[in-house]
């Protein structure tokens, strides 16, 4: 057990629709990721906040925003849903932001039909 | 631009033997770099690091080795075991990437009986 918990574990929405993620990090850990994993595809950075302040930005959609709460609970919003949005989204948290592991969720799975 | 590379997607060995995966990267600046372990429907669970100011570092039956002039590394297994059996990403983080991780697209490892 990683200690970084996501929430829903499964999600189906049709297009058009918005869903929001959540994660809470590790106990003590500061830092909070956001990875999209597609079929069969490595994990793809989105977004990164440290503190409850954005951090670093990555291939992430206009569609999508993030935010992490003064809790360091963090939610990531997809909006405008298409079909090329069912992926794998996990969320992993480190406790500073220099060279150190990251601890990942065990992801919550979108599908968009 | 995919900056972190495994080029082997899978990979089959006999329990007891050495398990070699292998990972290149191209960018310059990564200087901290990662193997995780990910089994189906679960997260991937950090498994060992590497600093660029070391070229081999050991955790039991693993080993990661660095090359930085042929920009490689590749983690070793020794002995293999049926537990063992997962998908193993390579990740690769540095000076000026937030402490965010560029991962492979991942091996795919079977341990046979």
């Known amino acids: 057990d990683s200690g970084v918990t996501q929430t829903p574990k499964h999600l189906i929405t049709a297009t058009g629709q918005r869903v929001t993620l959540r994660c809470s990090p590790r106990?003590?850990?500061?830092?909070v990721y956001w990875y999209q994993q597609s079929l069969d595809q490595g994990l793809q950075f989105l977004i990164q906040?440290?503190?409850?302040?954005?951090?670093a930005k990555g291939n992430i959609l206009e569609r999508f925003s993030a935010q992490q709460f003064p809790d360091l609970h963090s939610e990531l919003n997809l909006s405008s849903l298409e079909l090329g949005d069912s992926a794998l989204y996990f969320c992993a948290s480190s406790l500073t932001t220099s060279n150190s592991p990251l601890h990942f969720g065990n992801g919550t799975r979108l599908t968009v039909t | 631009d995919q900056q972190v590379k495994q080029n082997s997607p899978s990979l089959s060995v006999q329990e007891g033997r050495i398990s070699i995966l292998n990972c290149d990267y191209t960018n310059s600046m990564f200087d901290y770099f990662l193997w995780y372990k990910k089994y189906p429907a679960e997260g991937p669970t950090f498994l060992i690091s590497i600093s660029s100011i070391k070229d081999k570092n050991e955790d039991g039956r693993f080993t990661v080795f660095l090359n930085k002039s042929a920009k490689h590394l590749s983690l070793h297994i020794v002995p293999s075991q049926p537990g063992d059996s997962a998908v193993y990403f390579c990740?690769?983080?540095?000076?000026?990437?937030?402490?965010?991780?560029?991962f492979g697209t991942g091996t795919r490892l079977q341990v046979t009986l």
């Open positions: 906040y440290y503190n409850g302040e954005e951090r």
């Open positions: 990740a690769a983080s540095g000076t000026g990437t937030a402490s965010k991780l560029t």
């Open positions: 106990s003590g850990d500061l830092s």
